[in-house]
């Protein structure tokens, strides 16, 4: 990270990170955590996340009953591409066929059609 950022705990004493909100951090660093996930985990020859798991939470694993859109805090969105989403309407958009990541930060969602709009994005850069 670029600069401080930080993760909000469910509580005080021994708390645990929230996994489904409450990362503060600046756009560039949101951009740094998508180019880490288009990199494999790797960042700049140093191998952070292994490659493993950022293929199998961005790829659709149907057995068992599990969905073909949402895997380990990404949403699938097609083609290769994938998107984490905030609880307020924070995104971080990749697209790694095109080196490409998006990032949207937010306070409310709105009622923008933001997959969408990110996947246009993408087709015309």
């Given amino acids: 990270m670029e600069y401080d950022a930080t993760w909000s705990l469910d509580r005080k004493k021994d708390g645990l990170e929230k996994t489904f909100c409450c990362i503060n951090a600046r756009a560039r660093d949101f ?7 288009m990199n494999k985990g790797n960042w700049n ?19 068992n009953g599990g969905v073909d859109y949402y895997k380990y ?46 996947t246009m994005m993408a087709q015309q850069y």
């Fill in 73 to 118: 805090q990404w949403w699938l969105v097609g083609n290769g591409n994938y998107m984490a989403e905030g609880i307020l309407g924070q995104f971080i958009f990749v697209c790694p066929s095109k080196n490409l990541i998006i990032v949207r930060m937010g306070q409310d969602e709105g009622r923008a059609p933001w997959e969408e709009i990110f």
């Fill in 31 to 37: 951009a740094k955590l998508g180019r880490l996930y």
């Fill in 45 to 63: 020859g140093t191998q952070l996340v292994p490659q493993k798991w950022v293929e199998a939470s961005t790829t659709a694993d149907t057995a």
